[in-house]
């Protein structure tokens, strides 16, 4: 497997939740409060503050952001900062934020929290459909974190980290709701922590694993692993595929400050794969 090279200058304190929009790669700093943009071809990189730790930042239909972050939904224009609240569907939870998202192939959004104590079952997956009804879709969970559909859209694939597994669930594209819950892949033998994860052209998914400088190749069918990608930051935090052909694969990392050498906050890019992924979609919101 080829090796990653750190691209850009930005050394985020927890880089996350990478999307490829518009030739650019979209992610967030959690920790510095910020949603970040960034033009591999040129190097130029651009920062949005939030003032709030940001789970996640996904394009609209509209154009704007929808993000997440400590205090509930909010839509941000990335150019003014300005910020619009959606929900907050937690507010009696303080040390609850939203933490990672995806938008399902009919456009709906879901999104997780975290519970930052690591009260087990203390958080939840949410659904946003375009109307803004905001439903559980799955729960209790603990950290809520990646998620990825097959490319019929008739399975998604989820992890709640500190359970160390990939589930899957049927998807119905007329109520967005989700069925038949079942584990796909074990990882409760490994020291690391499944985190971000993407899907490939093949059905395969990627899969970044925190505390354990990696992204690892899953075959959702046999629960095995098929290829790993060594990541020189022990914090390897989510991947996505991107680039001119789609077949470049973007990794975001955390810092992890008593490793020496340690490469942790930079954006990582494995270029020109055998496989690629499919474009993301935008959030139907309503303009």
């Not at 040129?42 to 996904?58: D, K, L, M, N, Q």
């Not at 990939?166 to 033998?189: C, M, N, P, W």
């Not at 991947?239 to 020496?260: M, Q, S, V």
């Amino acid at each position: 497997m080829k090796k990653p090279e750190a691209i850009g200058s930005r050394v985020s304190r927890w880089g996350e939740g990478p999307v490829w929009w518009e030739d650019s790669l979209l992610y967030v700093d959690i920790e510095s409060h910020e949603v970040v943009l960034l033009d591999p071809a040129s190097g130029t990189e651009r920062s949005c503050p939030v003032g709030e730790r940001v789970g996640f930042a996904i394009p609209c239909e509209s154009g704007r952001l929808i993000c997440g972050g400590d205090n509930g939904l909010f839509y941000l224009d990335f150019d003014s900062g300005t910020k619009t609240l959606i929900i907050d569907p937690e507010p009696n939870l303080p040390n609850n934020r939203f933490n990672d998202a995806k938008v399902s192939p009919d456009g709906r959004l879901f999104a997780g929290t975290i519970a930052l104590d690591k009260t087990k079952g203390a958080a939840r997956l949410y659904r946003l459909d375009p109307d803004q009804k905001l439903t559980e879709a799955y729960g209790p969970v603990t950290n809520s974190n990646g998620t990825a559909w097959t490319a019929d859209g008739s399975t998604v694939y989820y992890i709640d980290t500190p359970s160390k597994e990939v589930k899957a669930f049927d998807y119905d594209h007329g109520t967005g709701e989700l069925s038949r819950v079942r584990v796909v892949i074990d990882t409760k033998d490994e020291p690391s922590s499944p985190d971000g994860m993407t899907i490939d052209s093949e059905g395969m998914l990627w899969i970044a694993f925190c505390h354990g400088a990696r992204v690892t190749r899953f075959d959702p069918a046999t629960g095995r692993e098929i290829a790993r990608i060594e990541v020189p930051a022990y914090e390897t935090t989510s991947c996505t595929f991107g680039g001119p052909t789609g077949h470049d694969l973007y990794i975001t990392t955390g810092i992890k400050a008593d490793r020496e050498g340690d490469q942790g906050g930079k954006i990582f890019v494995v270029r020109d794969l055998p496989v690629g992924g499919a474009a993301v979609v935008p959030f139907k919101d309503k303009g």
